[in-house]
Each structure stands twice: as structure tokens, then as C-alpha cells.
């Protein structure tokens, strides 16, 4: 899978295409193209269930983007509350 096909799963939330990419081994960790993680993608358009499997599968919850923000960071500028309340909880 591309990155570009990866980052509009984790975008879109297909859970289950997330689940197929890090099942074939993909670092959850890994700067995607664009010069973020998968957690940004997932935190940035409110995709709940991805960011909760993500975390379960280790990604890391502080680790920042090219421009230095948080996953936290991208779900507060985007309003996505539950996000936010569960990236404060972890």
C-alpha cells in the first residue's frame, strides 16, 4: 500500500484497511509523505476508532509532525473533541 492510499484510510476512517497495513508489518511510527505519522492523519479528521487502534498498536502519542505538532495539537485545532479526550486520557 502507498502512502497516499494509506493516509486517505486513515483519513476516511476504513478501520479495516488500517488494520491490513499494520498487519503487514508497516512501523505505526513511520513519517508518512507530507512529513506526518499516521496518529496526525487519524487525530486531524476526528477518526476515533483509528487513533485508539493506533495507540494500541504503539504509535507514539507525543511524537510530533514536520511543522513540530502534536497529534493532540491537530485534534484540538480541528475541534475533535472526543479525540482530544482521549489522547489527554493516554
Known amino acids: 500500500?502507498?502512502?497516499k492510499e494509506f493516509m486517505w484510510a486513515l483519513k476516511n476512517g476504513d478501520l479495516d484497511e488500517v488494520k491490513d497495513y499494520v498487519a503487514?508489518?508497516?512501523?505505526?511510527?513511520?513519517?508518512?509523505?507530507?512529513?506526518?505519522?499516521?496518529?496526525h492523519?487519524?487525530?486531524?479528521?476526528?477518526?476515533?476508532e483509528i487513533l485508539e487502534f493506533l495507540l494500541l498498536k504503539?504509535?507514539?502519542i507525543n511524537a510530533p509532525d514536520k511543522h513540530n505538532i502534536t497529534p493532540l495539537l491537530?485534534?484540538?485545532?480541528?475541534g475533535h473533541v472526543s479525540c482530544v479526550k482521549l489522547l489527554l486520557s493516554k
Open 1 to 3: 500500500m502507498s502512502d
Open 24 to 39: 503487514k508489518g508497516e512501523d505505526v511510527n513511520r513519517t508518512l509523505e507530507g512529513g506526518r505519522k499516521p496518529l
Open 41 to 48: 492523519y487519524a487525530a486531524d479528521c476526528g477518526q476515533l
Open 58 to 60: 504503539g504509535a507514539d
Open 74 to 78: 491537530s485534534a484540538v485545532y480541528e
